[in-house]
């Protein structure tokens, strides 16, 4: 399984995943969120900041991103690949790819929201630090920092 820029043509496999995930993640409960964000990927795609991997036929992480500035913008793995370091080489990757002398955000859950806890230990694990409490698509997050 590699790590590679995701394409036009993996826009179903991509939302398939995106589907299989979309509890956890605020913004994406209606059907207009998800073609709204459908629409976003094939933005970032024809950006080149679109990372997935993929198992044979089917994605199975992606991660989207931006540049200036740095801010991972989502991230996600399917339940039967967690603990493979396929979030991990995702963000490696990611990396290789921004500034390397600008910090990168992202933001998740706060603390003691049961949907954040494996996302904040694994931004933690990457060296990321917590940053301020704010909110998104109207559900309370924290950024989490990584200086570099």
């Given amino acids: ?13 991509w939302m398939h995943l995106v589907n299989k995930v979309k509890e956890n993640f605020p913004g994406l409960e209606t059907k207009d969120a998800l073609d709204e964000h459908r629409d976003t990927v094939l933005d970032f795609m024809r ?45 490696s990757y990611m990396l290789t790819c921004m500034d390397p002398q600008s910090k990168v955000v992202v933001t998740t859950y706060r603390e003691g929201v049961q ?12 060296g990321f630090v917590e940053g301020q409490l704010t909110e998104e698509f109207g559900s309370p997050v924290q950024e989490f920092i990584l200086e570099r």
């Fill in 47 to 91: 950006q080149c900041r679109a990372i997935c991997v993929k198992n044979e036929d089917e994605i199975v992480g992606v991660l989207l991103f931006s540049i200036n500035p740095n801010i991972l913008c989502f991230l996600a793995v399917d339940a039967e690949y967690r603990r493979k370091h396929i979030a991990e080489r995702m963000v």
């Fill in 115 to 126: 949907e954040g806890v494996a996302a904040r230990a694994f931004y933690k694990r990457m």
């Fill in 1 to 13: 399984m590699e790590v590679e820029l995701g394409k036009e043509y993996d826009i179903d496999k």
